[in-house]
């Protein structure tokens, strides 16, 4: 049908989706950019990378403190982080760095090179680091370009824009030389060290506060805008043209904006009252992934999260406690590798559904939910060693076995206090998951205790293992290593320094038996509302390394039960003393 500026309707027929190209010559925005209109013709859709794999499995699972709630994030060589922690493609924990602060600062990308990576962050008004500029207003935020280990940032861009505290208003370029981010009144293209290399105006009531804005391609970004009331895609081009393309019909919600972008640039998911479609932003064909259910009995519909990748090919939707991954086949899509997780792994996740992200090359697809799930190609899945299926130890008298953390984290009535200490995290954070907890016991009365045996993959600490005649120096640098990576009060314990108190605040003992390397230790928390006693024992045998964790209240008795836990198991009595916590001190 033709119109009084020549317009060509080109619709298309997938689902019952399509995009209006308009063929008008171009015309100048309110905005002062210039702006040109889609060209009138119809693209064939990209080919989908070579390269997909279509058997995909679980490559590794790790646990997370629910602190780290945020989404995860790829960087080079397919490292993920979530938060402060990061894990190499194997699955390697890497550690903590200090650029992830909840309500302050969060990572939104990882670039670089593999040997010097670079962590983007956005920061809020709030930070008081000693690193903010001094021109900075009291409103402002930051983007901050840091190597995950350093103590000062390399650049800091003063963003002229609302802190989102999950930083889904900055987006990596496919390349990872440049961001793009939506400040009060712009569309800001900046280079890494904040360098603004382009800058279009934007009606800032008719954006979304808290759009994302994708890349289209290495060199344009696209965004939705609102014109008289309905959503328009803008794409600002490399030499400061703006297009402009009117949404399809169905998508004109009130609310209708990007839901996530491709990492390799190209596509975008969004999420409308009934469905997620799938938009490629450089040929115009949209596509509906899967249906939502609707709310029923006046209940809040499930929160929903999607990720797109390998080129608009793959799409991952996290629905409640639930992901799907899917992969397009033509002009359907079909499900590769689903699964469902616990109530309780959603309820300390932002916005209370699980985070989903892909890697750049699409082949990996990473899931944060109380653990941290990479999935990935089964070619790349590393067989796991088989943990022993028990821990051989009779319970001593008054304690009882708390059953499997995963079974009991939804169970209200067994939520009692033994099943949170200031001093443990549920599991070892940032390693092995719960597959691997062998045993869990307490005992309220007559004083409370609480005890974890974990079995570990000698691997996953692969280069700092003692071997079975390692010296006692040698161990206490392997202690010194570990517990920081097992319980994080650790950070800065050094077990060479001496000290003159009767009862210091950590200590450590090492041997070896029967080719065992061994260490144990003892920590003192008096400070803050929770205190306690906290004992370890670390034993290597061949490719498993065993944790055994006991908490008790500060003086709590050990006496009768803690060699039972500590011992037992391993066939060995070791001989030494082993002193209980003093009720008092050190502070």
Not at 48 to 53: D, G, V
Not at 128 to 147: C, E
Not at 336 to 356: C, H, M, N, S, Y
Request: aromatic share 8%; hydrophobic share 40%; net charge negative.
């Amino acid at each position: 049908m033709r119109t009084r500026c020549g317009t060509i309707a080109v619709m298309s027929s997938t689902l019952g989706f399509g995009l209006m190209l308009l063929a008008c010559k171009a015309q100048r925005d309110v905005a002062p950019p210039a702006t040109s209109l889609a060209p009138n013709v119809t693209r064939p859709e990209r080919e989908a990378p070579a390269n997909l794999a279509t058997d995909m499995v679980v490559l590794f699972e790790r646990v997370l403190p629910s602190a780290d709630s945020g989404a995860p994030v790829f960087g080079p060589d397919q490292r993920v982080g979530v938060g402060a922690r990061r894990w190499s493609r194997d699955g390697t924990y890497l550690g903590l760095h200090q650029w992830s602060v909840n309500g302050q600062m969060h990572v939104v990308a990882e670039t670089g090179p593999v040997s010097e990576p670079l962590l983007l962050v956005r920061a809020g008004a709030n930070d008081q680091a000693t690193w903010t500029p001094k021109s900075a207003l009291a409103d402002s935020s930051f983007v901050v370009a840091v190597a995950p280990n350093a103590q000062r940032p390399t650049h800091v861009a003063v963003a002229h824009a609302e802190y989102h505290g999950d930083g889904s208003t900055l987006t990596l370029s496919p390349d990872g030389t440049r961001y793009v981010v939506a400040e009060r009144t712009a569309i800001v293209v900046r280079s890494l060290d904040g360098t603004v290399l382009q800058s279009v105006p934007h009606r800032a009531a008719d954006l979304m506060r808290d759009e994302r804005i994708c890349w289209r391609d290495a060199s344009s970004v696209s965004w939705i805008e609102r014109v008289q009331d309905k959503p328009e895609l803008r794409t600002l081009l490399s030499d400061g043209t703006v297009t402009r393309l009117p949404m399809p019909a169905l998508l004109h919600g009130d609310d209708i904006q990007f839901n996530s972008c491709d990492p390799s640039g190209g596509a975008v998911t969004l999420e409308t009252e009934h469905a997620i479609v799938a938009l490629d932003l450089i040929t115009g064909h949209a596509s509906q992934v899967t249906e939502l259910a609707p709310a029923t009995n006046d209940d809040a519909p499930a929160p929903v999260h999607s990720a797109v990748g390998g080129r608009g090919q793959r799409v991952a939707v996290g629905v409640g406690g639930a992901v799907t991954l899917y992969q397009r086949n033509a002009n359907t899509w079909t499900s590769l590798w689903q699964r469902t997780w616990p109530e309780r792994a959603t309820k300390d996740t932002l916005f209370g559904a699980l985070q989903v992200a892909f890697s750049a090359d699409g082949n990996r697809l990473a899931i944060v939910g109380g653990t941290l799930v990479v999935v990935g190609p089964a070619a790349e899945a590393v067989a796991p060693s088989a943990p022993p299926s028990t821990f051989d130890v009779e319970l001593p008298k008054t304690f009882v076995d708390a059953g499997s953390r995963v079974d009991r984290a939804d169970d209200d009535q067994n939520a009692s206090s033994h099943a949170s200490w200031y001093g443990q995290l549920p599991t070892v954070s940032g390693l092995a998951a719960y597959p691997h907890e062998l045993l869990h016991a307490f005992r309220d009365e007559p004083s409370g205790a609480d005890v974890v045996a974990l079995a570990l993959e000698v691997r996953e600490f692969a280069g700092h293992v003692p071997p079975p005649n390692a010296s006692d120096a040698a161990l206490a640098t392997f202690a010194r290593y570990l517990m920081p990576r097992l319980f994080e009060h650790w950070n800065g314990y050094d077990p060479s320094e001496k000290t003159t108190e009767r009862e210091p605040a950590y200590s450590l003992k090492v041997g070896r038996t029967d080719g065992k390397p061994w260490f144990e230790t003892r920590e003192l928390q008096r400070d803050g509302c929770e205190p306690y006693d906290g004992y370890t024992k670390v034993v290597v045998d061949g490719h498993e390394l065993f944790v055994v964790r006991a908490l008790t209240y500060p003086g709590g008795p050990i006496q009768g039960w803690l060699d039972k836990f500590f011992d037992v198991p391993f066939g060995v009595k070791v001989q030494i003393a082993r002193r209980q916590g003093p009720t008092m001190g050190p502070c």
